[in-house]
DNA sequence: GCCAACGTTGGC
DNA sequence: GCCAACGTTGGC
């Protein structure tokens, strides 16, 4: 059986969620993914277990901080409702959810983050979708020869 | 701060 | 159902 058969990666903004913040809160529901493709892998592809790469976006540079686990089952995104919340929207009900996220459990912060500049140099990583052109969607999924490469790519420092 | 690449919206 | 206009993402 293979090691990790399925991964993912979730990008997330440290201004706004950090790895940090994971290891504090050790488990968060995934709020605020308002993008249909990135909602059906949590919603359809997400099994609990499967490992989750934790993905800073906007930094100088921008990396991979640590690793993560899918915690729960999909289940409605409770800032949708919310007409105060920034991701409220307008056109979700109670009985007709739009958005469903998963929960996300902290596992462990690389002790030196995997940059992206430093994925682009290893031929290895040239089919990872991270890399693609035009490549915004903020969950992603990694086939399992990419995820056991980053896993030891990021334990060896 | 710029801008390319996408995604979404809404008029027709 | 097309497509122009607009908004957002995210690397640089």
């Not at 059906?40 to 499967?50: E, P, S």
């Not at 009900?93 to 996300?104: I, S």
Request: with cysteine; proline share 8%; hydrophobic share 35%.
């Amino acid at each position: 059986m293979k090691k990790y058969e399925r991964a993912w990666l979730m990008k997330s903004e440290p201004c706004c969620y950090s790895i940090d913040d994971l290891m504090r809160d050790g488990v968060t529901p995934w709020e605020g993914v308002r993008n249909y493709q990135a909602r059906n892998f949590m919603w359809r592809d997400m099994k609990v277990g499967d490992l989750v790469f934790f993905y800073h976006s906007n930094e100088k540079p921008s990396h991979i901080a640590g690793l993560g686990e899918v915690a729960s089952e999909p289940y409605p995104d409770k800032t949708q409702f919310d007409p105060k919340d920034e991701y409220f929207d307008p056109k979700a009900t109670k009985e007709k959810p739009r958005w469903f996220l998963v929960d996300v459990k902290f596992k462990e912060k690389f002790a030196e983050p995997i940059t992206l500049p430093q994925l682009k140099l290893d031929p290895d990583f040239a089919t990872l979708p991270l890399l693609q052109k035009g490549s915004r969607l903020s969950i992603l999924p990694i086939n399992s020869i990419h995820a056991e490469l980053l896993v030891e790519i990021g334990r060896s420092v």
